[in-house]
């Protein structure tokens, strides 16, 4: 199993800018796809962008299109979130996740390895 460890959380302005990182333990060339999902206090963990390990093809939820950008650094099995442009409604504790599942899923339950997660918060 994956182990996942995420930094980069913190407080920031509306309209500011904040990068996430997501370091994995093992090197596994077969994984298919990593993403980033976000939950809030009293709402569901949703997803936020997906990476494909292999391409590097991303997939981004509607919420965070054209102001988030997922990347990879392979040498480093190391994923990124850099977020722009962040809002009130972006605060929550934010996690990575590595996909048991081939092609780009969204679903929690395609993920079979979480970290624990860092917290972003927006003030207004």
């Known amino acids: 199993q994956v182990q996942l460890a995420e930094s980069g959380g913190g407080l920031v302005q509306a309209g500011g800018s904040l990068r996430l990182s997501c370091a994995a333990s093992v090197l596994t060339f077969s994984r298919s796809a990593m993403a980033w999902f976000r939950q809030a206090p009293g709402k569901e963990r949703e997803f936020v962008a997906g990476?494909?390990?292999?391409?590097?093809?991303?997939y981004y939820a509607t919420s965070v299109k054209g102001r988030f950008t997922i990347s990879r650094d392979s040498a480093k099995n190391t994923v990124y979130l850099q977020m722009n442009s962040l809002k009130p409604e972006d605060t929550a504790l934010y996690s990575c996740?590595?996909?048991?599942?081939?092609?780009?899923?969204?679903?929690?339950?395609?993920?079979?390895?979480w970290g624990q997660g860092t917290q972003v918060t927006v003030s207004s």
């Open positions: 990476i494909s390990w292999s391409s590097g093809s991303t």
């Open positions: 996740a590595a996909a048991r599942t081939w092609g780009l899923p969204t679903r929690v339950g395609d993920f079979g390895s």
